[in-house]
């Protein structure tokens, strides 16, 4: 992933593929700002072409900046890949500012980062926990902000009773089951990484996501 201007892409692309020693998957290009989004896409385009890099992805790209991307690369015949932005049960924005619409309509992955709300839907922190380091600053985290957040955690433990799931298990199965979504959770350990796996081995009904979807529209 990269920060760059488009200017900048081919010397930052070239220390890339230096370090790694092969060719990149998926190159991402993260908080588009003030760069020139179809000159970038061009150069991207270029390095598909050249075989050093397969696929191309943006990051943090509102709609309209996702529709530019998509369009400057469909000129070269390459497609959009995906989109990374901030998508989960407390925060689903992507629903409402046209991303996840236009994830749909062009085939473009939604990847959701934070996708456990920094936590917070793992149930960790209803019991009183406090929260510690950067998770202090962030709304979600503040008294008024767990409160909320109280009876999104107590469903996603009366439906993970029903499966055998924990809550994070449930959130992430949700983001699962949206086929335009894919969840990038993260782990510190190997358990984390287990209970993570433990979101594909079963699925949730229409009951329940339903259930989910109405718990949680006040964070659209």
């Given at each position: 992933f990269s920060t760059v201007k488009a200017e900048e892409f081919p010397d930052h692309l070239s220390g890339s593929l230096l370090r790694l020693g092969r060719s990149i998957d998926l190159y991402q290009h993260h908080f588009p700002g003030k760069t020139d989004i179809d000159r970038l896409m061009a150069l991207m385009a270029d390095a598909v072409d050249e075989g050093k890099i397969r696929a191309v992805g943006v990051s943090n790209y509102s709609a309209a900046q996702m529709r530019r991307a998509h369009a400057a690369l469909s000129k070269r015949g390459i497609p959009l890949a995906s989109n990374q932005v901030e998508y989960s049960l407390l925060k689903r924005s992507a629903e409402v500012n046209g991303v996840m619409e236009a994830c749909r309509e062009m085939g473009v992955t939604l990847i959701a980062y934070s996708p456990l709300a920094s936590g917070m839907l793992s149930g960790k922190y209803?019991?009183?926990?406090r929260a510690r380091g950067r998770r202090r600053f962030m709304p979600n985290f503040s008294r008024k902000g767990r409160e909320a957040a109280k009876p999104v955690i107590e469903l996603l433990r009366t439906i993970g009773a029903s499966h055998g799931k924990t809550p994070s298990q449930v959130a992430l199965r949700w983001l699962i089951e949206n086929p335009v979504v894919l969840p990038i959770p993260g782990a510190k350990n190997g358990a984390q990484?287990?209970?993570?796996?433990?979101?594909?081995s079963f699925a949730l009904t229409e009951s329940e996501v339903a259930a989910l979807d109405i718990a949680t529209q006040a964070w659209r």
């Open positions: 209803s019991g009183g926990e990484a287990a209970e993570n796996a433990g979101a594909l």
